[in-house]
């Protein structure tokens, strides 16, 4: 439906990327619904369009779905955001509904594998990573930080591709709060499934409205 993707064309998605031996570059990509692969339930790789929106609240845009589907994904699918490394990944989201579940996904290989990294909480969990395709060996995954329902939780995440681990930390915090001076997740996958670049996108299931905002890579 042309006419809905039209609607928006506003979010704006912030990358820093190294490209192989070439220096840093910086751009911004304002972006549409089309720019985001949507995947069906049950972490399904066919594309499945209607699922997520993007709307403009207050001066900032806003992803959002109110899917109770399980496992639905958002990913960007520009090119040169499918193979995103050594990164910081930035942003806001919120809940309405205790029983939902949300969370941001990295390094992830949708819609080719399913297979990924994810900072996520669902049914009441504090947010943790749980990785898809591959598995954490060592390191503290849970933020400790349970989510009250209609908040905006900030959220920041810092994934290396090292030489025989990717090591990722993470902190969430409530928004307007300063920001933890120490991370509360600093884990690694040393093992032969780790991922060590991809893309960066959401994860939604369950009751509610699921949103997200300033999302950003550097």
Not at 47 to 70: A, M, P
Not at 168 to 189: H, S, T, Y
């Amino acid at each position: 439906d042309e006419a809905m993707i039209k609607l928006v064309t506003s979010l704006v998605f912030t990358f820093q990327i190294v490209l192989g031996s070439l220096h840093a570059q910086s751009y911004t990509l304002i972006g549409e619904l089309s720019q985001l692969r949507q995947t069906g339930a049950d972490n399904s790789l066919k594309r499945q369009k209607r699922l997520f929106k993007i709307r403009r609240k207050n001066g900032k845009d806003i992803l959002s779905t109110k899917s109770k589907l399980v496992n639905i994904h958002a990913h960007y699918s520009e090119p040169k955001a499918k193979s995103l490394a050594n990164l910081t990944y930035t942003g806001r989201f919120r809940l309405s509904a205790e029983g939902g579940g949300l969370g941001v996904t990295f390094y992830s290989k949708y819609p080719t594998t399913d297979a990924y990294y994810r900072l996520r909480r669902y049914e009441g969990n504090s947010f943790h990573i749980a990785p898809h395709g591959t598995e954490i060996t060592d390191g503290v995954i849970d933020t400790g930080v349970t989510p009250k329902h209609k908040r905006w939780y900030r959220f920041k995440i810092l994934a290396q591709s090292l030489k025989d681990a990717t090591r990722i930390r993470a902190k969430v915090w409530l928004d307007g709060r300063r920001e933890p001076r120490k991370w509360q997740v600093d884990c690694k996958d040393s093992s032969e499934t780790r991922l060590k670049a991809g893309a960066v996108g959401v994860w939604s299931m369950a009751a509610g409205t699921k949103l997200w905002s300033d999302l950003k890579v550097s």
